[in-house]
């Protein structure tokens, strides 16, 4: 277990490798609790932090993970924690409260089959529209999802830099099959991917307003015991960090909370594309399932069929602007997903007049190219 | 499909190590041989006892689907495992069977080693699945022997690696005194085969 | 109040509120938790605690609401969740003082896993714990620790559960030091939350404090003085109640320091953990 060489080949699982993407991220603190199929995400970061001199808790329950990951990151330090379906709802509240304090840190959601403890073992991705609204209120938050082991490792330091960058949570959603799947991964070397951390404060620590605006929208940071002695709250407050009910100021809050994830929607947005230049036909696909789509396609293109796969990392904000041209350009989309259609609806949304179908699963089983490639015929 | 899948399967039951053994495999392949692998499992709630499947892909090309589609080997500890498994086998497959609990075959393209009766033999029945992995070394043209050798020697506890290199040599040997070509081409006649 | 006490009550202000925050304050004339607030200003300022380093953790309810005034690095967290926040805080940065301060409810019915697993790992965290025996801030409804028998908005027959004991519960939990103490004794109050800031450990401080408004008025206690006589009356002090025979106590509450105990603290254990493993990884 464990690949901490960087330029060594090894055989990682999905899980070991968002251990090892959170880890070349800066990530030294995880708190969590035991669930499949997550569990070894914590089980190698209690061996891994120490040996880097950094802090894992096992805590009492996954309401108290999310709390100690926050609390950590507003120390000073980034963080993850690792769940699966009934953790995650457990986590919703407290990922409230890291988004209206604007706390950055990384959850990670292995998809299971659900509701309650539905399928423990089995794939999913029935979380997906609970990733984007599972905590109360108006609150933009970012959603990536990762499809193999490369993916864990590459998108987990993504998740770390975009989370640093505007200071919001991101939720990362694998699925049993990624979480489990092992595939032969070489490490890269810290030059050869980009580490973000968050701004700090460089004003005295008087003229320091932690929630002042600016023009990216994204207040500097500063962390606990760096002299900046302010107040973070979980009440809507005004740019001294204070509790305010002005409607002025509360507006003004929550629309740069919108702002900033605007701002950065080319970089937030990920998504690629895959034989779709001369493409007539469509899949829209993520996680586990895109890898079958990519089969099905290639088994398309066999066919003379003009398939073409567009492959999202980003679920939210969704890249609307990457989905539009494809469903303009193909007479038909279609929307594999193991629930009965959840980013179908975002697609759909995108153009009302474009030909989106959908292919679902709920039966704990990964759909399999041939049923992607035999629903492609009929469209 | 133009790629050069293999396409691997091994099934047991829970405790036979019938998982690690798909990751030495995979490790075999992608760390000594470098191709490119992809292995998954899939098990019940209980550790001990249930039926446990493992696969591997091993291909010289990026693999989109990570699990078999139609499988190149299997390879079946027992009878429970074999029934529940051998779907999906591809008509010039190859099936190894441990004829300690295997009786029934399924296809005339089998190789039965009593696996778990010669780690008995060797003095401990917990290394069956390195006696297969011996024959899985000498039969399966996806990953070489030496590779998979070194795999096996890389995983076990130190103090066991004198007890895994017999185990490994001992399923190898046993491989070897069977000609695959002496086996039917194809468990299909010629004229049905599809490609 | 001599011209020195002025003073130097002037000069705790001056140091420890924070001069850009709007009063006036949230609580109640005559609330209790402005005499904690002065009791932990006066341990903090006793202790020569640097400000930079000192972090003030609280939930939800009337609580939840005193960090904001204090000039520390304060944060106030979710309902019932002060200790998950403040754990993450202590052992990101183990250089920094944490305390957190609950009420009863947040830290005992919806914070009480937190609260018994804190104990438990004997995480180096000062909790105090504002026992007014009510919801205050939702009305007036009944907590773990309101009595058997009285009224609150939801008991309004009468309440039918027994309260149990902050103290007991972070004894048998396992907190290295735990005191309980009232608004009503304020010069003993400073020195329990004095001793338990001190202390390795996890170190637990209940405080009964007023809510005359919510659980006052409904069980004839309706202005602060006379609940200020019931804390007078039912307080014990440890020395005094082990003279004392059961059935004479079965009415009182004990004060003063019910358990100090020296064992390591969760962020030592874990120090040794660091070591450990970045030999093993040396070694590899």
Sequence with gaps: MGCEQSGKTCLLQGNEAIVEGALAAGCRFFAGYPITPASEIAELMSMRLPEVGGAFIQMEDEIAGIGAVIGASLAGVKSLTATSGPGFSLMQENLGFACITETPCVIVNVMRGGPSTGLPTSPAQGDVMQARWGTHGTHPIIVLSVSSVIDSFEVTIHAFNISEKYRIPVILLSDEVVAHTRESITIPDKSEFEVVNRIRPGVPPEWFHPYEDNSRGVPPMAAFGDGYRHHITGLVHDVHGYPTQRPDEIDAFQRRQFRKITNGFSEIQMTRSVMLDDADIAVIAYGSVSRSALRAIKMARERGIKAGLLHLTTLFPFPRRIVDPVLRKCRAVLVPEMNLGQISREVKRVNLSAKVEKLNRLDGQLITPEEIFEKLLTL | ?195 | MTEKTIAESARLRHEYLRHDKKFPHVWCPGCGIGIILGSLIRAVDRLGLNKDKLVLASGIGCSGRLPVYVDFNTIHTTHGRALTFATGIKLANPALNVITVMGDGDATAIGGNHFIHAARRNINLTAIIINNQIYGMTGGQYSPTTPYGSLSATSTYGHIEHAFSISDLAITAGASYVAKGTVYHVPALDKLITGGIEKEGFSVIEIMSNCHTQYGRRNKMPDPVTMMKWFRDQAVSVTKAAKMAPDELAEKFIIGVLADRDKPSYTTEYQHIRDRALKVAKNE
Excluded at chain 2, 27 to 53: C, I, L, N, W
Excluded at chain 2, 73 to 88: G, K, V
Excluded at chain 2, 176 to 193: C, G, K, N, Y
Aim: net charge negative; aromatic share 8%; with cysteine.
């Design chain 2, 1 to 195: 499909m133009n790629d050069d899948r293999y396409e691997i399967r091994f099934g047991g039951s829970g405790g036979q190590g019938i998982i690690l053994a798909a990751v030495i495999v995979a490790e075999a392949a992608a760390v000594y041989d470098h191709k490119y692998v992809s292995q998954t499992q899939s098990y019940g709630p209980e550790a001990r006892g249930g039926k446990s499947k493992a696969e591997v892909v091993i291909s010289s090309r990026e693999i989109d689907y990570p699990k078999v589609i139609k499988m190149d080997f299997l390879l079946a500890m027992n009878q429970t495992a074999l029934d529940a498994y051998f779907y999906d086998f591809k008509p010039n497959g190859l099936l190894v069977v441990d004829s300690t609990f295997v009786e029934q075959l399924p296809t005339s393209r089998v190789i039965a080693i009593p696996f778990t009766r010669m780690a008995r033999e060797l003095g401990r029945e917990l290394v069956a699945n390195v006696v297969a992995l011996g024959a899985v070394g000498r039969l399966c043209p996806a990953v070489s022997e030496d590779s998979l050798q070194k795999a096996v020697l890389n995983r076990v506890p130190p103090k066991t690696v004198e007890l895994n290199s017999r185990a490994f040599a001992a399923g190898a040997e046993a491989a070897a005194a069977f000609d695959l070509s002496s086996l039917p081409r194809s468990i299909t006649p010629d004229e049905e085969q599809e490609i």
